[in-house]
């Protein structure tokens, strides 16, 4: 990753609470190691490298957040040239996000998928918006800023997929926005919602994932979960994601923890294991080139709030 070489040095530790501009209470120096940066580093689902920045907590807003991240372009050129090598989860994940898009949205408001006019940012190869599509929504728009995942999208997906930045982006007239795991990655989250709630039409929703810093799973392990990871600029939980989506202009919020159903050789490729084991353990998760799916509660929390 030679176009960022300065991604590991220090930088000035000045960052404040994305939410509420508190300057926060060191809790964790940081762990990183320049030497192990390479395209994997920032590509999505990769195997777990337990790096992270010096962390703050924010005690009015329950949130976890590095104070010494990369600037906005060491991030954005590292995001660019990142790896992807996460088709089969991608789909996995698909149907999940689909799953909650039904109960959470769809169920409650009594809305058929024709009503959807979704833009999803973050969305890697489009797998959601396929799926979105395919099960009848009108319109979808897909941010992605990395070059590896659009490339591997299907062809009518790469069509709708803008790559670009969500600061950049100026589209409007969506009824849903959707934000799945990718919170957690950007400067400034509280400006990507606020940008999400220009986006839609009034009454229309944001929807997404975030990793719970508190439940029980990320409690149990720890240090060894992989929510550490230099790609989180902040970590979330019930109630800071609920205070974030309120000063961002949302309300009727609601919070659910889900499960998740991925391919066994990917829960394998999270599991705190020796480095040296996990190749054969995913092996052995595909008996005869069969990916064998398991579902799990591992501590994602899936919101969805509307705009007045």
Not at 8 to 34: H, I, K, N, W
Not at 62 to 67: P, Q, R, V
Not at 226 to 241: A, G, N, T, Y
Request: glycine share 8%.
């Amino acid at each position: 990753m030679a176009n960022i070489p300065a991604l590991g040095e220090d930088t000035a530790s000045s960052r404040r609470c994305p939410v509420c501009s508190g300057p926060g209470r060191l809790v964790m120096q940081r762990s990183f190691d320049p030497s192990r940066v390479d395209a994997n580093t920032f590509a999505s689902r990769k195997r777990p490298e337990l790096m992270h920045w010096s962390m703050a907590l924010c005690v009015p807003c329950d949130l976890l957040f590095a104070i010494d991240p990369p600037g906005f372009d060491q991030l954005r050129a590292a995001y660019e040239v990142a790896d992807f090598d996460a088709g089969r989860e991608s789909i996995a994940a698909a149907r999940t996000y689909e799953g909650i898009v039904r109960r959470m949205l769809l169920r409650p408001t009594g809305w058929p998928p024709d009503r959807l006019r979704i833009l999803d940012v973050g969305c890697g190869d489009g797998a959601f918006l396929a799926a979105m599509s395919d099960s009848g929504a009108s319109r979808v728009v897909g941010i992605e800023i990395s070059e590896e995942p659009v490339r591997r999208a299907r062809p009518d997906m790469q069509a709708i997929i803008e790559k670009c930045m969500i600061e950049d982006y100026g589209g409007t007239g969506f009824t849903l926005a959707t934000t799945f795991q990718v919170l957690e990655h950007f400067s400034e989250p509280l400006d990507v919602l606020k940008r999400l709630h220009t986006a839609l039409d009034p009454g229309g929703f944001v929807m997404g994932v975030v990793h719970d810093r508190r439940a029980i799973t990320n409690r149990l392990l720890g240090r060894r979960s992989p929510i550490w990871d230099v790609e989180h600029l902040q970590l979330f939980s019930k109630r800071s994601m609920r205070a974030l989506l309120a000063v961002a202009g949302f309300r009727s919020i609601a919070l659910r923890h889900i499960t998740n159903t991925y391919p066994a050789a990917y829960w394998l490729r999270l599991a705190p294991a020796p480095r040296r084991m996990r190749p054969a353990m995913e092996r052995l998760a595909q008996p005869g080139g069969r990916d064998l799916t398991i579902p799990l509660r591992v501590g994602n929390l899936a919101f969805v709030a509307q705009r007045d």
